[in-house]
């Protein structure tokens, strides 16, 4: 299994531009979590789903961000229009069910 | 929901000595308690972990303890060696909704 699989893994945008982030679970996890860290603020969970289904999105900083989740093996995470405060690593993470969850390599998101 | 704290936020140590570190979490109802190593520009990995029903587990120089009542968890790495150095995050799990605690920057001196 080639583990949890993000792109991009680096991304440069423009302010106002619209991002979107992608992610393949390990195959056969049910559940898939969405992670932002920055230095100031650490690792935090924006969403995460259960079969498939956003279970709590309390984490999902401002309506600018959204995430879906159309089938076991393929989740994104939009952020439309960016800025600059954006700018952070992205890490999505998978597990099965309540169990250990593996992360992706992250996408390095710049706004400028 | 659930808040994560860890202590200390830095930890320096000789070669061959033990680290610890701490965390307490807020919701009784958390039941997995995972540690992750996060080297620089790496992904987090996990290390170790414990469920509620154990109170210790330990995998070679690495143990956690697990303190229900007082809501607490702790990692111990024995005879440290440099490549122990890292960031390391714990983490408390609520049915599906981990949460992390902002991590400690773990150094080993040679």
């Known amino acids: 299994d080639a583990g949890v699989i993000q792109s991009p893994r680096h991304e440069v945008t423009e302010m106002g531009q619209e991002v979107t982030l992608r992610c393949k679970p390990i195959s056969g996890h049910n559940s898939l979590f969405w992670y932002r860290q920055t230095m100031m603020r650490g690792l935090e969970l924006l969403i995460y789903f259960n079969n498939n289904v956003p279970i709590d999105d309390s984490g999902m900083p401002e309506d600018r961000f959204s995430a879906k989740m159309p089938n076991a093996s393929f989740s994104t995470l939009k952020i439309q229009p960016s800025e600059p405060r954006d700018s952070a690593v992205y890490f999505c993470a998978s597990s099965l069910g309540e169990g250990r969850a593996f992360f992706g390599q992250g996408t390095r998101l710049t706004v400028v | 929901g659930e808040n994560v704290e860890q202590h200390p936020s830095t930890l320096s140590v000789q070669e061959g000595d033990s680290a610890v570190i701490k965390c307490t979490y807020s919701d009784s109802a958390s039941n997995y308690f995972p540690w992750y190593k996060q080297e620089l520009g790496k992904r987090p990995q996990l290390i170790i972990d414990?469920?509620?029903?154990?109170g210790e587990k330990k995998d070679q120089r690495i143990a956690v303890t697990l303190n229900k009542t007082a809501k607490h968890f702790s990692l111990h790495i024995t005879e440290t060696q440099p490549e122990d150095s890292a960031v390391y995050f714990c983490a408390a799990t609520v049915f599906h909704d981990m949460r992390f605690g902002a991590g400690t920057r773990l150094t080993v001196k040679p």
């Open positions: 414990i469920r509620s029903n154990v």
